[in-house]
């Protein structure tokens, strides 16, 4: 039980640590074409909706890494191929090592320190695409990297491990803050990272890739998601026989 008061006392820490730096924030650095803190291209009008959307592809992508994980070398991810290949024991051996955990690991540091990370970013970045703020989005971080990874899908392959539970949620929300800034700036400069649009468009799906799934791949609109910043121009007749141009912004 102290394990779980630590690891949501250190959430709120930062939280509270959010908080005074708001109080006191200075001009943003990504101040592009003299316009600070950008505003954002895509605002979906369902924010829980588009949360739950991403979250969904997240899973089937998690599925993915979970595939590629499993045929790299058993010594760089410390899974054991054999032991996986017995699908009949796999929940009994899911219980054990979740009863077992936490434990300090013996990851490879880019593991440790870039992949777990990363995702943690990932995570960090749909909640704060959808508009809700810092802490809300460490939380759903802490949550989907502790509940959904470490010890959901990792721990049919290891026990879950307190450099993860740690290092995920808090350094990738961190990092995930910054993929978000880095975003609004790139997107308010045309989508062009250093002059090139090439690079800006490989950064955006780099720092978001559930987003790019939801908002370039039309998921969201399927779920009758849409863009509050979107512009719609169409034809309107007149009466004099005319047209005229006319423009919808949706708010």
């Known amino acids: 039980m102290k394990k779980w008061k ?5 959430w709120a820490i930062l939280s509270l640590a959010n908080a005074q730096t708001q109080a006191h924030e200075p001009p943003s650095f990504y101040d592009l074409n003299e316009q600070q803190n950008p505003v954002p291209a895509y605002i979906p009008d369902k924010g829980a909706t588009y949360v739950l959307g991403s979250t969904m592809v997240m899973i089937a992508g998690s599925l993915v890494v979970t595939g590629i994980f499993y045929l790299l070398p058993s010594n760089f991810t410390g ?8 699908i ?3 929940g009994e051996r ?5 009863r ?7 990851d490879d540091l880019f593991l440790n320190w870039v992949t777990h990370p990363y995702w943690g970013a990932v995570y960090y970045m749909q909640p704060r695409v959808a508009g809700y703020s810092w802490a809300e989005s460490v939380l759903f971080s802490f949550v989907a990297s502790t509940f959904f990874w470490e010890y959901g899908v990792e721990s049919f392959a290891e026990i ?4 993860d539970l740690v290092i995920t949620p808090a350094i990738g929300s961190l990092f995930g803050e910054l993929f978000y800034r880095s975003s609004l700036a790139i997107e308010a400069n045309q989508r062009t990272m250093l002059g090139s ?5 490989a950064m955006l799906i780099a720092m978001d890739p559930l987003g790019v799934a939801m908002q370039s791949w039309g998921l969201a609109q399927w779920l009758g998601i849409h863009n509050k910043q979107q512009t719609t121009s169409y034809i309107v007749p007149n009466n004099k026989g005319g047209a005229s141009l006319a423009l919808l912004v949706r708010f």
């Open 100 to 106: 077992s955990g936490p434990v300090v690991d013996s």
């Open 6 to 10: 630590c690891l949501i006392a250190f």
């Open 197 to 201: 649009r090439i690079l800006g468009e």
């Open 94 to 98: 899911w219980k054990e090592r979740v």
């Open 79 to 86: 899974w054991d191929r054999k032991e996986l290949s017995d």
């Open 88 to 90: 009949a024991g796999l």
């Open 160 to 163: 879950p491990s307190w450099q």
